[in-house]
């Protein structure tokens, strides 16, 4: 009996085995942003139309994890910019907005993503990075402002 049950499971993979490895790759790849620390610390990446969405839709804090000369040369209306490298001991600046929205961004996305897994450990819980950063946005023809 259990060894008429082996036979067919050993039939039905071998009969079936592109199925289960477009099964198990599909499922890899849909797990692989996670797994990998694609958002950065589980923190989910959002375009810039999302990130409008998100602006729109409630009352967030825009984090510019840029250092201040980029922050100057143009940013997103009503950013705060904490430099990435002053972002741990000024971190008591953003206590307020634990439980709220925060979307983080630098220049192309990889400062941001090290800022929000600072921002995750801190037990922030509404955490967004933005996709592409700061040349997404301006790609997509989102407004900037100066000074």
Not at 26 to 52: D, F, H, K, Q, R
Not at 71 to 90: D, M, Y
């Amino acid at each position: 009996m259990i060894e008429n049950e082996r036979k067919r499971i050993v039939e039905f993979i071998t009969a079936n085995a592109v199925y289960i490895g477009l099964a198990f790759g599909s499922g890899l790849a849909l797990l692989w942003p996670m797994l990998s620390g694609g958002g950065g610390a589980g923190v989910p990446s959002v375009s810039p139309t999302e990130a409008v969405f998100l602006m729109n839709r409630s009352k967030l804090l825009i984090l510019d994890v840029r250092d201040e000369a980029e922050f100057a040369s143009g940013h997103i209306q009503g950013a705060k910019n904490v430099p990435l490298k002053e972002l741990t001991s000024r971190i008591k600046e953003l206590e307020k907005f634990k439980t709220k929205s925060v979307l983080v961004h630098c220049q192309r996305g990889m400062r941001s993503k090290m800022a929000c897994r600072v921002l995750r450990s801190q037990e922030f819980t509404q955490v967004h990075n933005l996709n592409g950063g700061l040349d997404k946005w301006v790609e997509a023809k989102m407004p900037l402002v100066k000074g």
